[in-house]
């Protein structure tokens, strides 16, 4: 089953995510996927994540395929303008990739090319747009084509940055303009969680749209303080660092918190899945499944 089958057919869904190197190592990409085979329903390949150049999401995700394993193809509005957006994406099509995240893309500011001249050309939400209307066979000029992608559309939310009220906006925009699923940022706050997604179900959009939560196991505290300081919009909980610092054994404690996170997130009305987003730890990926008792889903 692909992905978008298993989203139509109700069932629980399990996404990973490898980050491509800063070189044109396939192999990394190959070694990794390995720990996400047969494992999770699909796994994302991030777009130049952090605003550092790296090997292609194209070609990565190609790699995935070529392993076995279904890819999600981020593709952000930083790097390119509306041209070569339709261009890459009915090259991915032709490739055979046929999910694709639509993110505005990280700053590039905060990269190791500051000086980068970033395009926006287009929006996430238009980004979005676009690609619905290439599902429909037509180019962002109205012209028809003889074939047509058909992708599944996927999209993020941050359900702590604030304000609340214009989260649940964009979302609502989002969905609106076609997204198919919703990845979220990592959940460390299940509170704010909560409160996020009761208003998602107040709002319906939990019947339109399959949001998958974001589950990021950590080695370490510095670790989630690193993130608490330098990603914006991210809320931690104190208590995930206060025992993250007195656990005699971080990696373990860190595997524990992500599953206590995983097992309460299954109980909350609106979710369909979730997002592990294994930053530089891929080698957890079958342990964290397996402890979270959704390894015998696949």
Wanted: net charge neutral; proline share 5%; with cysteine.
């Amino acid at each position: 089953m692909t992905l978008k089958e298993k989203i139509n057919s109700d069932r629980f869904i399990v996404c990973g995510e490898i980050g491509p190197p800063q070189s044109c190592d396939g192999d990394l990409i190959r070694k990794k996927s390995q720990y996400f085979k047969g494992i999770v329903d699909a796994v994302n390949i991030t777009d130049n994540q952090t605003a550092m150049p790296r090997l292609s999401s194209i070609a990565s995700a190609k790699i995935l395929l070529e392993e076995g394993v279904e890819p999600i193809m981020q593709m952000t509005c930083r790097d390119r303008n509306r041209l070569a957006i339709q261009s890459d994406l009915l090259g991915a099509a032709a490739l055979g990739i046929r999910n694709v995240l639509c993110l505005t893309g990280d700053y590039q500011k905060f990269g190791d090319n500051p000086e980068a001249k970033g395009v926006y050309d287009l929006d996430s939400i238009q980004l979005i747009s676009t690609v619905a209307k290439m599902n429909d066979g037509y180019l962002l000029s109205g012209q028809k084509m003889k074939k047509a992608p058909d992708f599944l559309i996927g999209a993020a939310a941050n359900p702590f940055a604030m304000p609340l009220e214009m989260r649940l906006i964009r979302l609502y925009k989002k969905v609106q303009a076609g997204a198919h699923f919703i990845q979220t940022q990592p959940v460390f706050d299940m509170e704010l969680f909560m409160r996020w997604m009761e208003r998602v179900v107040e709002m319906g959009l939990h019947e339109k749209v399959a949001i998958l939560a974001g589950v990021m196991p950590v080695k370490s505290v510095k670790t989630l303080l690193s993130m608490q300081t330098n990603v914006p919009g991210v809320k931690i909980n104190d208590e995930y660092i206060h025992r993250m610092e007195a656990a005699p054994d971080p990696k373990t404690e860190g595997v524990r918190i992500a599953v206590e996170i995983i097992q309460t997130l299954k109980t909350i009305k609106g979710i369909w899945g979730i997002h592990l987003m294994p930053v530089l730890w891929e080698s957890i990926i079958p342990t964290v499944v397996k402890e979270a008792g959704l390894c015998n889903q696949n």
